[in-house]
C-alpha cells in the first residue's frame, strides 16, 4: 500500500492553512499527525479523503487504494440488529473465503498452476485480513466497548446517538481499510476500551493516521510523527516523546550553530573593519570579506508554539483535616450504579477511572447537588469551599462577548483586571471582543476553566477537564493542578493526565463496587496488567501530610508587598517604554508598504498589551491588598 502528498498547498479564499506538503505512507506504518488546535491537523485528513482539493500539488497512489473514515460510515438500514451490522464490516474476508471455496472446488477437478497461484495469493490475503480470527474480533470490540452480548440482538434504531456513533467506529475498526484516517479516537472510550484499541492498532495490517490529543495513547500506538506548526509540515520518526525530544535536539543544535556563526562573522567583521584603510593588509581583508560572502547563512530557528493558559489557583482559606465523608452512598438515576464509602482527606488528589455507564459522572454531580442520591449520605468537612467543572459548562453559549460573559461573572473587578485575567487564558486583544457562540470548544473549556480558578476553591471537582484541549494545553492543566494546594477529585479518561496529578485513584467496578486506593496510576496499570487484585485500603491511610505553614508577621507581608508592587511598577515602565518604541517604529514610512513587518509589529505590540495588562492586573489585585494590611494595623 502506498500513498503520498509531494508539494501543493490547502487554502481557503485568500488564508494558506498548509503549504509545501510532503506527506506520505505505506503499508503497516503508525502515523500521527500532532499540533495546535486550529493548526490544519483534520483539514489535511480530509484531504488525504478528497473532501478538501491540494492545489498544485501531486497525488501518489496505489490503483484499488481503499481509505477509512469515520465520517464514511452510514448505517443504511436502522431496523438491523447491531451484531447484523458488524458482520457486514467482513465484506472482504467473506468475499475472499467463497473465492477460495470456489477455487478449491475447481482445482479437484482441473488443477492449473495458475489457479494454485491465485489461491496462494488469496490465502496470504485472507491471512493479512484476519479471516482465521475474525470472529474473535468481532466479540472482543463487542465487549471491549462496553457492550454486552444482549446488545448484538438489539436494533440499531434502540440505540442512543452515542451507542450509534461507537458502533459505527466499531465497524469502521473491523472492516480494515488499507489506509485507516483516526480522529481523536479516544475521545469518549473508557480506559478499557482505549488499551483494546491500542493493541488493535499495533497489529493492524493497514495504515494508520491518527489525530489525537491522548499522549499516552501516541506513545504506545505510533512510530512516526508530523507535525503542522505554522502551517508547514514536518516528518519525524519516533512515538510522541520521541518526536519532542528530537524536535528539542534540533532547534538547540540549530540555534548553537546559529550563535557560533553570528560569532565568527562578527569576528570577522571587526577584523576587516579595524584593518580595512591599511595597505599592508588590503589581501588579508579582502579574503575575509570573500570569506563572509560564500558563507551559507544559518538562520535563527524559530521558537516553538508553547502559549499556554495559566492560573494562580492557591486557595483563598483552608479547609479542615476530612474534606468529604461519603457513607453507604448508593448513585444512580432509576437503578442504583455504584455505591460509595470512603474518607477523603485534605489536599489529596484523586483520580476516578472505570468503565462508562458506571457512575463516575453521576457521583460528581451528586456531590453537587444536581442529582439526588437514591440512598446514603455524604458530608463536606470544615470549611470546604468547592469548585465544579463538567462538560455543560464547557458547551455554554452566549451572545454576549468573552469580555461581558466573564464581567457578568466577576462584576466588581476593573477592565483591567477582566483582561488580566481573560489573558492569562490566551484570550488577548480583539479575541476578548468574540461572541461565545463563535468559540471553539477548546476556547470555551479555557473560559470555564478561567472562570471556575478565579474563585480559588479549595476542592475542586473536574469532569473530563481536557476534553478539547490540546496536548501543550493539558500539559499546562496538569502542571497548575499539581501546584494546587487544595483536594481534588477528577473523571478522566487520559492516563497520562491521571498520572500527573493524581496521587490516589477511585476505581469504579464492574459489580457496582467502589474501591479508594493511595497509589498513583502508574502503579494501577502495572498492578491489573500483572494479574493482581488489588486489596482495598482503609481510607485513614490515605491523608497526605500538610507542610506546617510559616507565620509572616503583618509588618514582613507588608514589606514584602511593597517590594513586589515595586518591581511590577519598574516592569510596567519597561513595558510601556517597548510599546512606545514599537508604535513609533510602526510609523516609519518604510515600514507602511511592508506587509510582513507590519504584521509582525503588530503582533508584538498586541504581545506587549497583553502582558502590560497582566502586569497591570497584578499590580491592581497587590495594591488593594496592601492597602488592606495596612488599614488593619
Request: charged share 30%.
Amino acid at each position: 500500500m502506498y500513498y503520498a502528498i509531494n508539494g501543493g498547498s490547502i487554502s481557503f479564499g485568500e488564508k494558506t492553512v498548509l503549504s509545501d506538503i510532503r506527506f506520505e505512507a505505506h503499508t503497516g506504518d503508525k502515523i500521527a499527525v500532532v499540533g495546535r488546535n486550529g493548526c490544519g491537523k483534520t483539514t489535511l485528513l480530509k484531504a488525504i479523503l478528497g473532501e478538501y482539493d491540494i492545489q498544485n500539488g501531486e497525488i501518489s497512489k496505489d490503483a484499488n487504494l481503499e481509505i477509512g473514515s469515520l465520517s464514511q460510515i452510514a448505517f443504511e438500514d436502522n431496523s438491523a440488529t447491531m451484531g447484523e451490522e458488524l458482520l457486514k464490516a467482513f465484506y472482504k474476508i467473506n468475499r475472499i473465503k467463497d473465492r477460495l471455496d470456489t477455487l478449491q472446488r475447481a482445482m479437484e477437478i482441473d488443477p492449473t498452476a495458475e489457479k494454485a497461484e491465485e489461491f496462494e495469493e488469496l490465502t496470504e490475503r485472507y491471512r493479512i485480513l484476519g479471516g482465521y480470527y475474525y470472529q474473535k474480533d468481532y466479540e472482543s470490540i463487542i465487549k471491549s466497548f462496553g457492550f454486552s452480548p444482549f446488545d448484538k440482538q438489539k436494533k440499531l434504531s434502540e440505540f442512543s446517538g452515542g451507542q450509534r456513533t461507537k458502533i459505527a467506529f466499531m465497524k469502521l475498526l473491523l472492516s480494515k481499510p488499507d489506509l485507516l484516517l483516526l480522529d481523536e479516537p479516544t475521545n469518549h472510550l473508557d480506559i478499557n476500551a482505549i488499551e483494546w484499541l491500542e493493541e488493535y492498532i499495533k497489529n493492524y495490517p493497514g495504515a494508520l493516521v491518527i489525530v489525537s490529543h491522548d499522549r499516552m495513547f501516541l506513545d504506545r500506538t505510533v512510530s512516526i510523527v508530523y507535525e503542522i506548526e505554522r502551517g508547514k509540515i514536518r516528518r519525524y520518526v519516533g512515538n510522541y516523546s520521541k518526536f519532542t525530544a528530537i524536535k528539542k535536539e534540533l532547534y538547540e543544535k540549530q540555534l548553537k550553530d546559529y550563535e557560533r556563526q553570528q560569532k565568527e562573522i562578527e569576528k570577522l567583521s571587526g577584523l576587516v573593519e579595524k584593518f580595512r584603510y591599511k595597505a599592508t593588509k588590503a589581501k588579508m581583508v579582502q579574503s575575509k570579506i570573500k570569506y563572509i560572502e560564500r558563507m551559507d547563512i544559518i538562520e535563527p530557528p524559530e521558537k516553538f508554539d508553547l502559549k499556554a493558559f495559566y492560573s494562580d489557583i492557591t486557595p483563598t482559606t483552608e479547609s479542615g483535616g476530612d474534606v468529604l465523608s461519603v457513607n453507604d452512598l448508593k448513585i444512580g438515576y432509576d437503578k442504583v450504579l455504584s455505591t460509595l464509602n470512603f474518607t477523603l482527606k485534605k489536599n489529596c488528589k484523586v483520580g476516578i477511572v472505570g468503565s462508562n455507564g458506571l457512575g463516575k459522572s453521576t457521583f460528581l454531580k451528586t456531590l453537587m447537588g444536581l442529582i439526588p442520591p437514591i440512598s446514603g449520605s455524604f458530608k463536606f468537612g470544615y470549611n470546604v469551599k468547592l469548585g465544579y467543572f463538567d462538560q455543560q459548562m464547557a458547551e455554554h453559549t452566549s451572545e454576549q462577548t468573552v469580555f461581558e460573559d466573564y464581567r457578568e461573572e466577576f462584576p466588581n473587578l476593573t477592565d483591567t483586571a477582566v483582561r488580566s485575567d481573560l489573558g492569562a487564558f490566551l484570550f488577548s486583544g480583539d479575541t476578548v471582543f468574540k461572541q461565545v457562540n463563535v468559540l471553539s470548544g477548546g476556547e470555551r473549556v479555557r473560559l470555564a476553566l478561567c472562570k471556575l480558578f478565579k474563585k480559588k476553591p479549595n476542592f475542586l471537582l473536574l469532569d473530563e477537564p481536557t476534553n478539547h484541549t490540546d496536548i501543550v494545553g493539558k500539559e499546562a492543566l496538569s502542571n497548575m493542578l499539581k501546584e494546587y494546594s487544595g483536594s481534588l477529585i477528577c473523571v478522566s479518561h487520559d492516563r497520562y493526565f491521571l498520572k500527573q496529578v493524581c496521587d490516589s485513584l477511585l476505581i469504579f467496578g464492574d459489580d457496582g463496587t467502589v474501591n479508594f486506593y493511595p497509589h498513583d496510576y502508574d502503579f494501577y496499570e502495572n498492578i491489573r496488567k500483572s494479574g493482581t487484585v488489588l486489596a482495598p485500603v482503609k481510607t485513614e491511610q490515605t491523608e497526605t501530610p500538610v507542610k506546617k505553614q510559616k507565620h509572616i508577621s503583618p509588618l514582613k507581608e507588608i514589606g514584602k508587598l511593597k517590594t513586589r508592587i515595586g518591581h511590577l511598577e519598574e516592569k510596567i515602565a519597561l513595558k510601556e517604554e517597548e510599546m512606545d518604541g514599537l508604535k513609533t517604529e510602526l510609523n516609519y514610512p518604510e515600514n507602511q508598504s511592508d506587509y510582513q513587518k507590519l504584521s509582525e509589529l503588530g503582533n508584538l505590540i498586541e504581545d506587549a498589551e497583553t502582558q502590560l495588562d497582566i502586569l497591570m492586573g497584578e499590580w491592581e489585585e497587590l495594591s488593594a491588598r496592601l492597602e488592606e494590611k495596612e488599614k488593619m494595623l
